[in-house]
């Protein structure tokens, strides 16, 4: 069972529905007694990963000094890792993608994080809108060797308040509690 969790929200829309499965997680989380690290990266000055490869001449410090490095400290210590974001184009935010795409400056040294999540929303009724955002995850744990603790995807969110009520917040709860 995890004791620190580091959450990487990519939604660019505050107390919209990604926020609010979220907030669902880490109030389970936080009732188990772990610890919850939350970033809202659409909120984060990040640039992209220019594949430098300087991180692994520095082992693991990228040479763009902005805020990713504040995530990468966190995913330093954590033990467990959460990627929530809306399904934008039948994928993962832009926001989000960027500060997935500067973790690679820890392929040098390694997470420590051994177990993963992700929560997904998307105003589409088929799940099969989120198989873009799912294989990314899916790829990003078989490279990592992290075991995939969850995968939460709610269909048919429109307006910010369509997730209220929802089963799915439920399972966010469990899913904070038992990662």
Request: charged residues 25%; aromatic residues 6%; hydrophobic residues 40%.
């Amino acid at each position: 069972m995890s004791k620190h969790i580091v959450v990487l929200s990519g939604s660019p829309r505050r107390n919209g529905n990604t926020d609010r499965l979220v907030a669902a997680f880490v109030d389970g989380a936080e009732s188990a007694g772990k610890k919850v690290t939350l970033f809202h990266t659409a909120d984060m000055d990040i640039a992209g990963c220019l594949g430098c490869n300087h991180c692994f001449e520095e082992k693991g410090v990228c040479v763009k000094k902005d805020d990713a490095q504040k995530i990468l400290d966190a995913l330093l210590e954590a033990d467990a890792y959460v990627l929530a974001s809306p399904i934008y184009f039948f994928s993962l935010t832009a926001q989000i993608r960027l500060a997935i795409d500067r973790t690679y400056a820890l392929l040098s040294v390694g997470m420590p994080a051994k177990r993963s999540a992700l929560l997904v929303t998307c105003g589409d009724k088929r799940e099969s809108a989120a198989d873009g955002a799912v294989a990314t995850y899916k790829g990003m744990c078989m490279h990592s060797g992290r075991e995939d603790a969850g995968i939460i995807i709610v269909t048919g969110l429109h307006d910010p308040s369509d997730i209220e009520g929802r089963m799915e917040l439920d399972k966010a709860r469990a899913l904070g509690r038992e990662i």
